[in-house]
């Protein structure tokens, strides 16, 4: 089993649309979590921490079910310029762990 | 404030030959990081760096690469000899500490033919 999973792309939405990703994790004493954003040809960048209570930032919103070690993140209203690869990032021990991503076109 | 620095930024060599890769990170910046990230999967860390000291190289393979970080700052990656599989993306990312957020580089992408 991977110790990071996520849903396997591409999700090709219409601009405007809401889209989910999944996320699972294996290891329980994982610390802290993260979503990175990639754009084509770029290097990850940090889209925002994940907290067990919720976290929402504009569109976007993060969340963490540690029972099921599992985490999701939302997207609202998606916008041409959301169409990137999306992170699962979990810390263990101060190492980061990511995910394969998930790739999202969001289309005209 | 200046980002994290890598070059080349692309490298293209024939299999058996070596190669080197430089990173200058974020001033001020503690933890350094290799990465190698190949098409269609996440990045992989190889090393990380505390200062001068290898806090993790449990995933370099140590037959082939090597890394060093000298005087706590910049930093160089080898990999001697190449083979095909080491086509790949090679990101360098730093931090303030171990558990803060990390900053990337834009990475080298080797090609091994």
């Known amino acids: 089993r991977k110790e990071v999973e996520q849903d396997p792309g591409p999700f090709n939405v219409p601009e405007g649309a809401t889209v989910a990703f999944n996320c699972t994790y294996s290891?329980?004493?994982?610390?802290?979590f993260f979503w990175y954003r990639q754009d084509c040809r770029k290097e990850p960048k940090l889209l925002m921490s994940?907290?067990?209570s919720g976290n929402e930032d504009g569109r976007f919103t993060a969340q963490l079910n540690r029972a099921s070690q599992y985490i999701s993140l939302l997207i609202r209203d998606s916008k041409l310029s959301d169409s990137a690869t999306y992170l699962c990032?979990?810390?263990?021990?101060?190492?980061?762990?990511f995910g394969q991503g998930t790739e999202l076109s969001v289309k005209p | 404030e200046a980002g994290v620095a890598q070059s080349p930024r692309y490298k293209i060599i024939e299999k058996r030959q070596s190669v080197a890769f430089w990173c200058n990170p974020i001033?001020?910046?503690?933890?350094l990081y290799w990465y190698q990230q190949i098409l269609g999967q996440g990045p992989k860390l190889l090393i990380q760096?505390?200062?001068?000291?290898?806090?993790?190289d449990s995933q370099l393979p140590k037959d082939r690469f090597s890394a060093e970080r000298l005087k706590g700052v910049d930093s160089t990656l080898k990999i001697q000899p190449a083979k095909l599989e080491d086509s790949a993306v090679y990101l360098c990312?730093?931090?303030?500490?171990?558990?803060?957020?990390?900053?990337f580089g834009p990475g080298t992408r080797l090609t091994v033919l």
């Open positions: 990312a730093s931090s303030p500490g171990t558990g803060y957020e990390q900053f």
């Open positions: 290891n329980s004493a994982s610390q802290s």
């Open positions: 994940v907290y067990s």
């Open positions: 990032v979990v810390n263990q021990g101060g190492k980061l762990i």
């Open positions: 001033s001020g910046h503690a933890t």
């Open positions: 760096f505390q200062n001068n000291g290898v806090v993790d």
